[in-house]
């Protein structure tokens, strides 16, 4: 029997991963391009799409090459969600750079519509959001009254509204397809979430027109087949990924949940990237949060959608690439982790890490980063010690209102990403949830998410039960932290922080 191969795609934040495995998944080759983060004014972030689509060939020519492989069975991507961009569905090319997630300029237009308690409540509802720079909505407002050249080719019917997914699919299909998944259009604050449909009220709201919005399939499903990528890649890799169907699509985190194995109700998983993201799989059902999270599809397949509760933590990679290039307390993560080892705690020193704000449970986009506490005495390693203790606090806040949102506790926390390779940080977590942390034995949950799927739809493997059971195979030998000290301490650490807040809140506001 032939080999299968999965060839699965991440597009993050910060770089591009292409990830090939076998039909066992197992990893055959790995590449990974970073790309300019472009920043233009404060609160401004911004990356290159073109330069995001080089990326994108190359990693793939570098994995393909580098596992020797001549054909590819099956294309599987995820993407970042909320980013945003204009192209021309014509030739391609994008109108301006796409706006990233965590940019802000449109904020203050944001928090003016959420003045409208009805307006509010009605987009909750539809949703599951918030009225937020965040999502894609505002960013793509944005676009279309900046943009020049997006009225005459939204004239012509060739502008395309795309998340990062979507552009990259019409890339690599020459154009055929322009479509998106549920759980990437759920994320655009344009998306009925129950009736997994694009909402004409908030269309007329954000004036977006949908005929220039990507097509939206389940996220397992056709994508469509890839084309011939570009002339200056060789041809025995260009004819290994040619005519290759694309059959995955799925935000990132979700894709998380799918590579922690999160398939049942009640599963939980927080991935430590740029950001802090747990999600918590809620089943068949959408749960209004009352508890300052957000509701959202995790993924739609055969028609039947999965849902889960979001709640964010925007900066937490982002606070240890401060603390290194910002500040210079470390040259490396490894020298900040060892900063913070070398002292047994912050000798009362309190870090609320809100370098972009406060998203869940809080939402204030006014908030400010600070350290809290410090004496004569304050050291740099106290000072690392507290930023990572203000990550693991503020995850301990998302985790609090899921358990209040669902009424289930939280027994333990699967978790991947750059970050769970501190110790420090890691410890940290477990004592501050009081359960224990369970880090995978796969770091890139993501590419690998998408690659079960894959494999699923493949029949290679049989549905949710076998990623279950591969899974647990694979993770045997996880690294576990144990909660190390006693619900009061835990109680006091928690509350000090939570008195922190209280004073960054509504500071970029004054």
């Not at 945003?84 to 994008?94: A, I, K, M, S, Y």
């Not at 996220?219 to 084309?227: I, L």
């Not at 333990?412 to 004592?431: H, I, N, W, Y």
Request: hydrophobic share 45%.
């Amino acid at each position: 029997m032939a080999t299968i191969r999965i060839l699965g795609i991440d597009q993050g934040t910060s770089g591009t991963r292409a990830t090939l495995v076998d039909e066992d998944g197992r990893v055959l080759a790995h590449a990974y391009r970073g790309h300019v983060q472009h920043c233009p004014r404060p609160g401004w972030v911004e990356h290159d799409a073109a330069e995001i689509w080089r990326n994108t060939c190359a990693v793939i020519e570098e994995a393909v090459a580098r596992a020797a492989v001549t054909r590819v069975d099956a294309l599987a991507i995820a993407n970042p969600g909320e980013t945003v961009l204009l192209f021309d569905r014509d030739t391609g090319q994008p109108l301006h750079h796409a706006l990233v997630w965590q940019d802000l300029r449109v904020q203050p237009d944001m928090e003016r519509r959420a003045r409208d308690k009805s307006v509010a409540r009605k987009v909750a509802e539809i949703t599951g959001l918030r009225l937020d720079a965040y999502f894609s909505a505002g960013k793509i407002r944005w676009l279309l009254d900046n943009v020049p050249a997006a009225a005459p080719l939204l004239a012509q019917c060739r502008l395309g509204i795309a998340t990062i997914d979507a552009f990259l699919i019409h890339r690599l299909t020459g154009g055929r397809s322009f479509v998106t998944d549920a759980s990437t259009a759920a994320r655009t604050l344009l998306f009925d979430i129950r009736a997994n449909r694009y909402d004409p009220w908030l269309l007329e709201l954000f004036g977006v027109p949908l005929e220039a919005l990507p097509d939206v399939r389940d996220s397992v499903g056709d994508f469509g087949t890839v084309s011939r990528l570009s002339d200056a890649i060789a041809d025995p890799i260009a004819d290994a990924i040619a005519g290759t169907p694309i059959l995955v699509g799925l935000v990132d985190q979700p894709a998380a949940m799918i590579g922690h194995a999160c398939l049942d109700e009640g599963d939980i998983k927080a991935t430590y990237g740029t950001g802090c993201f747990v999600y918590r799989n809620t089943g068949e059902r959408p749960r209004p949060s009352r508890q300052g999270l957000l509701g959202t599809i995790a993924w739609r397949r055969e028609g039947k959608t999965t849902y889960a509760l979001d709640g964010g933590v925007f900066a937490a990679g982002s606070v240890l690439s401060w603390l290194r290039d910002g500040l210079g307390l470390g040259d490396t993560s490894a020298a900040l982790n060892a900063l913070a080892s070398s002292t047994a705690d912050t000798e009362g020193v309190v870090c609320v890490p809100a370098l972009a704000g406060l998203a869940a449970p809080h939402w204030d986009r006014s908030a400010r980063a600070a350290w809290l506490g410090m004496t004569l005495a304050t050291t740099r390693a106290h000072l690392v010690r507290a930023a990572f203790e203000g990550i693991a606090a503020r995850v301990a806040q998302v985790v609090g209102a899921m358990e209040a949102d669902s009424g289930l506790d939280v027994t333990r926390l699967r978790v991947d990403g750059g970050l769970t390779e501190s110790s420090v940080l890691m410890q940290m977590q477990a004592d501050l949830l009081g359960v224990p942390i369970e880090v995978s034995v796969e770091p890139e949950a993501t590419v690998m998410g998408v690659c079960y799927l894959a494999l699923t739809a493949l029949s290679c493997w049989r549905d949710h039960t076998e990623i279950r059971e591969r899974v647990a195979a694979r993770d045997a030998a996880a690294r576990v932290y144990e909660p190390s000290i006693g619900r009061a301490e835990r109680e006091e650490r928690l509350a000090r922080f939570a008195r922190a807040i209280v004073l960054t809140r509504g500071w970029g506001s004054e």
